[in-house]
């Protein structure tokens, strides 16, 4: 088996702890549609791992709630969410993995404001090609926006993977002909099957230069 010289990164959940702040715009969705205690945060967090629209679908059948309306309410809030928080260790990751010859690429359903959060802490730099949500690609886990950053820096699929906190982003990775790599410090996918597991940055780390 090649060794993996090229990362492709999801954003939510993986490079950025980004799930407190959208628990938060996802609660005050239920709470302004008149269901504040619908679903505790443990329980919202675990519905939103799979998806923002499952977890929209499961409390319309807890509640009836309109499925339309609650989804057009929580992209309200959270285009109002920011300051995103990489995960510990995140830059001593990224940095250890370039200098030992891996490559990065960002694969995102998030917008620009996912590059604008990577430029602002100073690790932009440290990717050499990437997709978001403005190319319009098929949400994951269709391989197409993998493929199409694969045919464009060439690269040997046998030589990637894509490192994601959910089962979308692995299926992903294997759609397109790559290992993958699950990112799951909460533990929330035992059972996902993934080439490599890692709870935590470091331990990345060391799986991928060891």
Known sequence: MKPIRHLFWDF???LYDSYP????????????LGYPELVT?????SLLKVSVFSAVQHCA?????????ALEVFSRYHAQESGF?????????LRALRTAGVHHYLYTHRDRRAVEQLEQDGLWSLFSDGVTSEDGFPHKPAPDALRCLLARNAIDPATAAMV???DI???AGHNAGMRGVLFDPDGFYPNVQAELYAGSMAELTRLLIS
């Open 164 to 166: 994601g906190d959910r």
């Open 85 to 93: 928080s990489p995960y510990t260790g995140l830059s001593e990751c």
């Open 61 to 69: 059948g807890m509640a009836g709630l309109d499925v339309s309306l």
């Open 21 to 32: 702040n959208v628990t938060h715009a996802f609660l005050c969705t239920l709470d302004e």
């Open 169 to 171: 982003d692995i299926e």
């Open 12 to 14: 939510d959940g993986t």
């Open 41 to 45: 945060p443990r329980e919202a967090l």
